[in-house]
């Protein structure tokens, strides 16, 4: 001993024993055996027992030292009786499991507790969360009071950090864009919790949808989970159409031989479905071909009426009952003209034939002439007698341009309807 004292007569601050009995407190450096130079309070018992060795404290340089250094030993801890996490040889840490497989494994008999919360400060108080709850595994973010908090997806290249995706407050699925855009007219991509999907491309499509292997639907279209049509191809991919799934619906096939196509029930059709219908038209048709009919009549491209009128007389001379100047507004072309007659000694009747229409009172048809069509003697109740009818095309005064009828007998009609149906 450096200092030969009784026990009882050292101060509270001086205790060596050197000579390689080491023990130290507040040394004069013994190094070890003991060896304390700050403070140690121990208040309610302490039992360390170590059949190899253990360093608690600083080594050397900077590091602080807490464990075992043999190689076949590892470090629990231990809380409230059982042990609560452990370092095994491998270095994986286990928190609530003795058989860590993973670099960091945590468990819990509890099926929904939580099992990892990552977070700034209670002031804050957002963090994220990793769980599981039900039987299914969760990573949650947690905003303050009242407000959902959202999820930021981001890389870095070793410099900076740039955001890939993200899930908002509202649980809205950004990518490309870091806010809800008010008109879908942000670049990026977005899906929300009611199941709206908004793309938008920055000179780019904004959808690329492939089918591979057979021809068939690229695309299905389906309301309360029955498929209303879709959107396909055919030909391998050089063709493709729009199909409705309907017993009776209409679809479009974009042929790869010039043309487009009807279809009925998702498949070709033949003179099955129309183009339009009498409440809902098209206006006009531009071809620069002509009509073709394989059902032994045109049909029609629309019903204009020109002249109605009750209690009408036709003479036996020509006069003039829709004059020209009353029809410049409809377009050129070829019209099939009809005059409905009742009563008055005419039976219910029709006549009907061709004419040419120009679209102004100048033009003339040097080919066309008076446009006259005939309705014969059978179609007189009274007598025999022939009713004429025709459309004035060449050039005269007003009177005699325009539609005409006459009669070879002079009769007063209950009814008159005159409509045109243009072809052309």
Avoid at 72 to 83: F, H, Q, R, S, V
Avoid at 386 to 413: C, E, F, K, M, P
């Amino acid at each position: 001993m450096s200092r030969n004292r009784d026990l009882g007569e050292f101060p509270a601050a001086a205790l060596d024993i050197d000579a390689s009995g080491n023990v130290g407190i507040g040394t004069s450096s013994p190094a070890y055996e003991l060896d304390v130079n700050g403070q140690i309070n121990i208040a309610d018992g302490m039992n360390i027992r170590c059949e190899g060795h253990i360093l608690i404290g600083k080594s050397t340089g900077d590091e602080i030292r807490v464990g075992s250094g043999n190689v076949t030993d590892i470090l629990k801890l231990y809380a409230g009786g059982p042990e609560r996490m452990r370092i095994d040889l491998d270095g994986n840490v286990g928190i609530g499991t003795i058989s860590p497989s993973a670099t960091l494994e945590l468990n819990s008999a509890s099926q929904n507790a939580a099992k990892l919360r990552i977070g700034r400060s209670t002031a804050h108080d957002n963090y994220l969360q990793l769980d599981t709850a039900g039987g299914e595994s969760q990573l949650t973010a947690i905003g303050a009071s009242s407000v959902y908090g959202s999820m930021i997806f981001s890389r870095n290249n070793g410099a900076t950090t740039s955001e890939s995706m993200r899930i908002d407050s509202s649980g809205n699925l950004l990518v490309g864009t870091t806010t809800v855009p008010a008109s879908g007219n942000t670049t990026g991509f977005r899906v929300d919790e009611s199941g709206y999907i908004s793309l938008t491309g920055a000179g780019t499509s904004a959808i690329d949808a492939n089918r591979m292997g057979s021809d068939g639907p690229v695309i299905n279209i389906r309301k309360d989970g029955t498929t209303s049509g879709n959107i396909g191809v055919s030909a391998s991919g050089t063709e493709v159409y729009l199909a409705g799934s309907g017993g009776n619906t209409s679809g479009i096939f974009c042929s790869n031989g010039n043309a487009l196509l009807s279809m009925k029930a998702g498949v070709l059709a033949n003179g099955t479905q129309d183009l339009g219908s009498p409440s809902y038209r098209f206006n006009d048709l531009y071809l620069a071909g002509s009509i073709q009919s394989s059902g032994g009549a045109t049909k029609m491209l629309g019903t204009t009426t020109v002249f109605s009128a009750s209690n009408f007389s036709i003479t036996t001379s020509a006069q003039t009952v829709v004059p020209r100047s009353d029809i410049p507004t409809l377009p050129t072309g070829v019209y099939l003209m009809t005059i409905y007659l009742s009563g008055g000694g005419w039976y219910s009747s029709y006549i009907s034939g061709l004419v040419q229409h120009y679209n102004s009172t100048t033009n003339s048809s040097s080919a066309g002439g008076p446009n006259t069509i005939h309705l014969t003697a059978a179609g007189h109740a009274q007598n025999s007698g022939v009713l004429y009818a025709r459309y004035q095309t060449t050039l005269g005064n007003n009177d005699q341009h325009g539609v005409q009828i006459w009669s070879s007998t002079a009769v007063t009609v209950n009814a008159i309807t005159i409509s045109w149906k243009r072809l052309s």
